[in-house]
């Protein structure tokens, strides 16, 4: 028999405010809009001699330190061919979208290994980087499973999920 334990988190500070725009397959893309986006996420892993998985007070700075560091911002994918980003010696940011031009000053812009900023996209950064902060702070025996979910608006959110398919329970 298998047995597996989670924790679920669902905070109303794991948000963040920032600007993007899709790209579409045809090669258009949506006006430059923003969005209030809402974090969830969900960790799986083995019960400790406490019978916990984790401690949520354990895991809810890490989230809500990667909301923050999205918040207010313009998020850009750096992996899509039909931009070209140029960080500027002035302290401004120009991207290029075909006859599109916009500046920024270098600080409101994050320029992310993604190929779109899309809800989906969003999930699978956030989940690998927090993937990643609760293995090295807690091991892999610990953490087997992370799942996180980027809501745009009520209803409609992009999740993704990484498993260890080595571990127990992966």
Known sequence: MEHRWSIALRKEDFRFSCAHFLIFPDGSKERLHGHNYQVSCRVEGALDGHGLVIDFNQVKPLVRALCQAFDERWLVPQDNPLLDIRPGDDGHTEVRFKDRRYLVPSDEIVVLPLNNISVENLASHLAARLWQALRERFGSAQVTTVEVAVAETSG???????????SVGG
């Open 156 to 166: 409609q959110e992009g999740c993704y999920r990484i498993s260890d398919p080595g």
